[in-house]
């Protein structure tokens, strides 16, 4: 699903929303989400998932062209764990069952 999908999602939902307010409302969201992760925090939305950044620490690595030795520094990146609901939803109720 794209962004563009998002906002017509909500469009579809909300008739009440012109296109450029939906747009703005998804990017407000996406911007807040994305200012907070890069504050540290943590986001955790009920029934869907939860988002961190985890530290990678500085490493050795390889380059896949030539196999010399690269160093590769310590980095942040972002991090997804789907809630329990969503895992349930993914894979079907039958899932659940077992």
């Known amino acids: 699903m ?13 008739r ?11 990017n407000a969201m996406f911007d807040a989400m994305a200012g907070s ?9 009920r029934g869907f998932g939860s988002f961190a950044v985890k530290q990678r620490r500085a490493r050795q690595g390889r380059n896949p062209k030539t196999g010399e030795l690269v ?3 310590a980095k942040k990146i972002p991090f997804f764990r789907a809630g329990k ?5 993914v894979n079907g109720a039958e899932a659940e069952d077992e």
């Not at 794209?2 to 909300?14: G, H, M, N, P, S």
């Not at 992760?37 to 939305?45: A, C, F, P």
């Open 2 to 14: 794209t962004k563009r999908e998002i906002i017509e999602e909500l469009l579809a939902r909300q």
């Open 16 to 26: 009440t929303f012109t296109y450029r307010e939906s747009e703005t409302i998804v």
């Open 37 to 45: 992760l890069t504050r540290g925090e943590r986001i955790e939305v």
């Open 71 to 73: 160093k590769v520094g």
């Open 85 to 89: 609901e969503l895992r349930i939803e």
